[in-house]
């Protein structure tokens, strides 16, 4: 395989060499990780975008959107739980 040489600056390639040696790799195979990290998944979205509907508040004073349907074993649970005292609203 022939080799390629590339330009980069003091400060690039300092952050370059700290990075491989702080994982234990050659800035080379640091960099050949990275492209194989970056090709295996180049749709990575981030957990910020991923929770962006799914983080809210809830009002506790509103009256809930969905309606409760009952089921045996909800109604089993229940059951169990009225007689400790605990009521649904």
Do not use: C
Not at 35 to 56: A, D, Y
């Amino acid at each position: 395989m022939s080799k390629q040489y590339l330009a980069l600056s003091s400060d690039i390639y300092n952050a370059l060499l700290t990075a491989a040696q702080k994982s234990g790799l050659s800035p080379e195979n640091w960099i050949a990780s990275q492209l194989i990290l970056h090709l295996n998944s180049p749709s990575i979205t981030p957990l910020s975008q991923k929770l962006e509907r799914l983080i809210g508040a809830i009002n506790s004073q509103e009256q809930p959107i969905h309606s409760r349907r009952n089921t045996p074993f909800g109604e089993a649970v229940a059951a169990k739980l009225e007689k400790q005292g605990l009521r649904r609203p």
